[in-house]
Each structure stands twice: as C-alpha cells, then as structure tokens.
C-alpha cells in the first residue's frame, strides 16, 4: 500500500507570497521524502490563485536533487494545452534528472478559465486527449516515429532526450470519465481517482464504476494501479481541524467557481470565495472525511482503503492558506505512526487481488 502528498500551492490571500506557497511546496516534499512518503505530486494550474504551479515537471525536476528516494509526480499535467514534442521532452528530462522517479499523470482538464486563456476550445479536449494518449507511448519510446490524426500531426520525428525509465515513465490517467477509465485499463495504464469531498457512499460508487469499467474490457480492476486522493487530517486540536475543514471547503469552492464559469474577482487573479450549489457544511465535511484522532483516522482510513481497495492514497496537504508550519507536522506524524499503523491493520495479504465472481467465471 502506498502513499503519496498531493499539493496544490493554493494562494488563498496576498497575506501568502507566490514565493511563501513556492517555498512552503518544496519544503513538504522535502519533509515527505524525509517521511518515507512514497510519492509527491503536483497539480498544475493556470491565471489565478487556485493553483500556482503551471508545470508539474518543472516542479519535478526542481524537486529532484532536494530529495533521496520520494517519487516525483504530475497530478496532472493538461494534456490539451500542451505541444506533444514538448512535453514528451520535458517528462524525459524530469525522468533523466529526477533519476528515473517520475511518474507521469495526465488528464483532458476541466477549467473552461484556463482553456479560453490558452485559446483552447475545451469541447475539443476528449479529442485531443485520445490523440495524445496514441502518440505519447510513440514519442517516449520509439527513436523515430511519426503520427497523423485531427489535431496533432507528426512527420518522422525523432525526441532528444531518452527517460531513465526503459521503455517509459509510468503513465496515470485522472478521469472519471468511464469511457476514458476504460482507455486506462485497456493500455495497462494506471487511474487517479477522488470522491472529492464525499464519504464512503461515493467511495463504494467508484468502485463499482471501476469494477464495470474493467469487465467491460474483459479484466478484473484489480489489474490495474488505482490511485485515490483524499483530504485526510490528524489532529486533537478543534482549532487546528476547523483551520483544516474550512479550508478545504474553500478549495471546492473555488474549484467549481472557475469549473462553471461563476468565478469572480476583484482583480482578475484573486478568485471569491462563494457558495455553490453542491456546498457543504462542515460538520458535513467532517463526518465525511477521516477526519480527528489517530485512532479514528487510522480506523476510518483502512475502512476507506477496503472499500474502493486503492493501491496508492495521495493525501491532500496544502489547502487555502493552512498553517504551514502545522502540515509540516502533519507530514511527520502521518510518516511516524499513521501510515505504518494503516499497513499493520491492512495486513500483508492486503495487495492479493480477492475473487470476484466476474473475475472467475
């Protein structure tokens, strides 16, 4: 069972810096290698304050010489705003220096704000999605390769820089688009999925999606790597899990503001803060998340984990403006005690696929 830290470099007010959320990003992952974490992502975001990175891979490889063995990941990078070439070269390079601990996440975006910006049309972004989906295996791993399709052509064309990794960086699909999980399973790719801010109805609904998914295609979804990213928080401190829940109710918030177009700004950078019409309580947010005391959290955590049966959780660490200092902390503790508890109370038969009566007939 693995782990990984999500970030988000969120910038919640200008009381933060672009260069405090920088700084405070590297030192997590810095604190996660240190943790034994298994694997750091970074989301990639455009234009306003709900995210401030816009390369994964730039992160990666800034990432790279500051850390031991921690895994270096993209969660994800957009692939319709991207040039092929240039993003099969720039995973390559982040694979070469990172010594050959990328993991490479990718998805079609959902941010009509960053599409119009980027003069993308996100109607055409499935498209381009799938033709990019073709192509990247071919550009990574063949010397010379050409493609011809709607929206990306190549002639013979040759990418420089050759990944670490023979023959390519481990490929993660975010969706959860069936049809696009379907694509996942089908060319042995690995899946990133949330129940955002939902409890465990949500969590048993994707594993039934993803169950069909895989019998669609002839398989068993145990075959294939699942990720899982939650907003999961230790604490006894009631100061210190309302800082959290608030916050993470901000990053909803903001989300859906720029997902359906309701997004607002008194400068055209610094998105409100408006309740939508999928809104949450907090208390609603707490008991839908493993949320309070080691004890509850390494209970709720397992019980999660057995129902969806992910092979890797990516927790979400930096929300709005969350203490900084705390999340450090936080890292450290999930590092000490909640994570090896979790994997004693799993047991080591946990990675054995079970027999589902799909599977066997």
Request: net charge negative.
């Amino acid at each position: 069972m693995e782990f990984g830290i999500f970030i988000l470099m969120q910038q919640r007010s200008y009381a933060q810096s672009s260069a405090d959320v920088l700084r405070c990003a590297v030192e997590q992952t810095v604190a996660a290698d240190q943790a034994g974490f298994d694997t750091a992502w970074y989301a990639e975001h455009h234009f306003s304050n709900y995210g401030l990175c816009a390369s994964p891979l730039m992160m990666v490889a800034h990432c790279a010489p500051l850390t031991q063995r921690i895994r270096l990941g993209s969660a994800v990078c957009v692939l319709p705003l991207y040039h092929p070439a240039r993003l099969m070269a720039e995973a390559a390079f982040a694979d070469t220096v990172s010594g050959g601990r990328l993991e490479l996440g990718v998805g079609a975006g959902y941010q009509q704000f960053e599409f119009d910006r980027f003069g993308v049309n996100l109607a055409d972004a499935p498209a381009i999605f799938n033709e990019f989906l073709d192509v990247l295996p071919l550009g990574i791993k063949e010397r010379v390769f050409s493609f011809e399709g709607k929206h990306i052509n190549f002639p013979p064309t040759a990418i420089s820089i050759r990944p670490a990794q023979k023959p390519m960086p481990p490929i993660w699909i975010a969706t959860g688009d069936a049809a696009t999980q379907r694509r996942a399973i089908r060319d042995g790719h690995n899946l990133f999925v949330t129940a955002l801010l939902n409890g465990k109805d949500k969590l048993a609904t994707l594993r039934q999606q993803l169950e069909g998914a895989a019998q669609q295609e002839g398989r068993s979804i145990d075959g294939t790597k699942v990720a899982l990213l939650r907003c999961a928080f230790v604490s006894d401190n009631e100061g210190e899990i309302q800082s959290f829940l608030d916050c993470a109710r901000y990053q909803r918030r903001v989300s859906e503001s720029l997902k359906f177009r309701r997004s607002q700004s008194d400068d055209g950078y610094m998105v409100l803060e408006q309740p939508g019409p999928n809104d949450m309580s907090l208390d609603t947010i707490r008991a839908n998340l493993p949320v309070g005391s080691v004890d509850y959290v390494i209970e709720r955590m397992v019980e999660e984990i057995r129902i969806l049966r992910p092979k890797h959780v990516a927790l979400q660490t930096q929300l709005g403006d969350f203490d900084h200092a705390t999340m450090m902390r936080q890292i450290e503790l999930w590092g000490e005690r909640i994570i090896p508890a979790i994997r004693r109370e799993l047991g080591p038969d946990f990675a054995q696929p079970p027999v589902f009566a799909a599977a066997a007939e």
